[in-house]
């Protein structure tokens, strides 16, 4: 009997940590990739902005770097202590700030776009911002009162803590994507390559918010309904890496839509002369023939420019 229950112990506490580190890895590989994508695509963002991705990456590498720690700890350091699992390591604990951080700084970049977009509305912006402070706030105490006992059985005495980081995470992203596609659905028109860069967008958005929330969802249900094992820590590892991943997937779309919008991507794009200051969008492609020039699509639109909807910086 006492081996079934140190197989069980090690199955619901190493194995779910080893689950949450093969989970984070992959989500990692899609982040370097899509920060080198980035970064390759030459943008011309600010470059304040282009250092806050770099640092990103390198704070989620940090939080892969934890990960590991407190694997190899398990696993190689305490080799054959079946009860080293059931103790915190200060990697993992170093973790609860460090997701909070990540988040915060993701969610703040996509208000930056909601400030703008939104015409500087400070309202919608704070009540973002602070629920995303919540949940700063909240991770900072439960990472101090966790490491006065770091044992594992012992965190769910901190529930009001952890319940305030998973509200703030799903009241952040929530707003995030619900304020973003209301924002794009006001800029609807007649042009339907417009529309189309919209919609796609607007997908953009509600998986910013959908994919990240259901992720807290998730990790809350199994806190709750499984006290005595470690599977929800496979959706907590996963929350900010997801997080980063939907901000660079958003910046890499740039291209595509403004190829979308434009139409053909192999044609020549150029700004002309805007009528009026509101004129937001003025675009022409030339098809270069033998002996001529045609003009073979121009759109104007004063309602929408595609690197005001796209670009957050």
């Not at 890496?241 to 958003?250: F, P």
């Not at 200051?277 to 030339?286: E, G, Q």
Request: aromatic share 10%; charged share 15%.
């Amino acid at each position: 009997m006492a081996t079934s229950g140190s197989e069980h112990r090690m199955d619901s506490t190493l194995g779910a940590l080893e689950i949450a580190l093969m989970v984070e890895l992959v989500l990692y590989g899609v982040t370097s990739i899509q920060t080198y994508a980035y970064y390759s695509a030459g943008e011309r963002d600010p470059h304040c902005f282009k250092w806050m991705i770099g640092l990103l990456w390198l704070l989620d590498t940090l939080h892969q770097l934890f990960f590991c720690h407190g694997l190899y700890t398990y696993t190689i350091i305490e080799f054959g202590n079946v009860l080293a699992p059931l103790t915190e390591t200060w990697s993992i604990i170093a973790n609860i700030p460090l997701n909070a951080t990540m988040d915060a700084i993701v969610r703040s970049m996509f208000c930056h776009r909601i400030w703008k977009f939104s015409g500087k509305n400070w309202f919608l912006v704070s009540t973002i911002m602070l629920s995303s402070f919540v949940e700063v706030g909240s991770g900072i105490a439960f990472t101090v009162r966790n490491a006065r006992n770091a044992q594992w059985a012992a965190e769910h005495a901190l529930s009001a803590e952890f319940y305030g980081i998973v509200a703030g995470s799903i009241v952040a992203d929530s707003l995030i994507a619900v304020s973003q596609v209301m924002l794009l659905r006001k800029h609807h028109s007649e042009f339907r390559r417009t529309n189309s860069a919209l919609h796609t967008l607007m997908l953009y958005s509600i998986n910013t918010g959908l994919l990240t929330s259901l992720c807290a969802l998730m990790m809350c249900v199994l806190w709750v309904t499984m006290p005595d094992n470690l599977v929800y820590v496979v959706f907590y590892a996963a929350l900010p890496t997801l997080l980063l991943n939907a901000l660079l997937a958003t910046l890499n779309a740039r291209q595509e839509l403004r190829e979308l919008i434009s139409g053909n991507p192999e044609s020549i794009t150029f700004p002309l002369l805007s009528t009026a200051p509101s004129s937001s969008l003025t675009s022409a492609a030339v098809r270069h023939e033998p002996g001529q020039q045609e003009l073979v699509d121009v759109q104007v639109s004063a309602e929408i420019k595609i690197d005001d909807l796209s670009r957050i910086a």
